[in-house]
């Protein structure tokens, strides 16, 4: 690819005004997070003009916090996202080679915004995204497990369920006991979802007998296109993940090291406390070839995509991995990865580190959930 001149950071809650209000204080935190920490790469990126798209309050007060590099040129909206995006004339940004979305799946919201940047509206922008259509088949935890299954990839069987089914479950076979505790140390025996949630958000726990559990399958709506819900058996091991950095073509795509999650129960609900990067050697290794696998079978593409793995020790020792959901977007744990990292990450993300190989600091990267990381020594 030939070097481009301009890139645009287009951030959801950061650029739509109702959604920022609606949005959670952590939300916003990780919001803040990301794009600050995207923002500062790629403005070290030599001859690169960098473009963030604002709500006006959020612009008025991140201005006043000061957390965005001053080498960025701000938009402005004083409309709706909705309503910039498909406008046909952008003065305010020119012409732009580039673009960076960052949505949640949830809603379809990330599928709708790619759709319009992706279109002829923005002929002559190349997104650092996915493709919208692979995309929303990602954005559907049921349609990806159907996916994964298909290309032979390790993954838990899925079943669809819906509203009636899973309000019933939410109130039978669940922990009403509201202590919090270490995911990593327990055994359930399903794991209730949305269809289109996005990390831990009404994830809920369930304890069922053998007899309830069939029950549930054997009445799951495998052909309901609108069923909102899904089931999952309970996977133990290790909670993981890790990150991808599309080159473009499977052989230039950048697999990160892998990192632990740390999931925390309260009652039956799941929160997601951050993690830490980069895991053991052993879990490393068998991670890899389950991402190679991955990359092969999702073929060329750009940007950033993340996917949850849980490693499980067998009885004789060696290490299994399977694919829990896949992200595709960037995650939080870009701001641990880019502090991990020697160089400037946002060079492989813009495919302009040419042939270079990323290197990594030795020690651990410790994230939070609202994305403040630290380098301890390893």
């Known amino acids: 690819m030939d070097d481009c001149s301009s890139l645009l950071i287009i951030e959801e809650l950061l650029a739509d005004g109702l959604a920022w209000e609606q949005a959670t204080d952590s939300l916003r935190q990780e919001a803040v997070a990301m794009v600050t920490a995207v923002a500062a790469d790629a403005v070290n990126v030599a001859g690169l003009r960098v473009c963030l798209v604002l709500s006006d309050h959020v612009a008025e007060l991140l201005g006043r916090q000061g957390c965005l590099p001053t080498e960025l040129q701000i938009v402005r909206l004083k409309c709706s996202l909705d309503t910039w995006l498909q406008s046909p004339a952008r003065q305010d940004i020119g012409p732009t080679q580039l673009a960076l979305l960052i949505a949640p799946e949830s809603g379809g919201v990330l599928v709708r915004r790619l759709q319009v940047l992706q279109s002829e509206l923005w002929r002559g922008t190349e997104t650092l995204n996915l493709p919208w ?28 369920l819906g509203r009636e089914q899973a309000e019933a479950l939410r109130t039978r076979g669940l922990v009403t006991t509201a202590s919090e505790s270490d995911l990593s140390t327990e055994e359930w025996t399903a794991v209730l979802k949305p269809r289109d949630g996005v990390g831990c958000e009404q994830v809920r726990l369930l304890q069922l007998s053998t007899r309830e559990l069939a029950a549930v399958v054997s009445s799951s709506h495998p052909a309901d296109l609108n069923a909102s819900w899904i089931l999952q058996p309970w996977v133990s091991g290790v909670a993981c993940s890790i990150g991808l950095i599309g080159g473009g073509t499977p052989a230039n795509t950048v697999i990160l090291p892998a990192g632990h999650q740390t999931l925390r129960r309260h009652g039956a609900a799941v929160r997601y406390c951050g993690g830490e990067i980069p895991c053991e050697a052993a879990i ?16 060329p593409f750009r940007g950033w995509l993340g996917a949850d793995i849980v490693v499980h020790q067998n009885n004789g020792g060696d290490c299994s991995a399977t694919i829990i959901e896949i992200n595709p977007r960037l995650c939080t744990s870009y701001v641990g990865y880019r502090q991990l990292a020697c160089g400037n990450l946002a060079e492989w ?16 990267i410790r994230f939070g959930a609202d994305g403040r990381a630290r380098l301890e020594a390893g």
């Open 284 to 299: 490393n290794a068998a991670i890899t070839p389950l991402a190679q696998a991955l990359v092969t079978a999702i073929g």
């Open 133 to 160: 259509a692979l995309a929303e088949i990602f954005s559907d935890k049921f349609r990806t497990s159907q996916w994964l299954q298909a290309r032979g990839l390790t993954t838990p069987k899925t079943w669809l």
């Open 349 to 364: 993300l813009l495919q302009r580190a040419g042939s270079a190989r990323v290197e990594w600091r030795a020690g651990v």
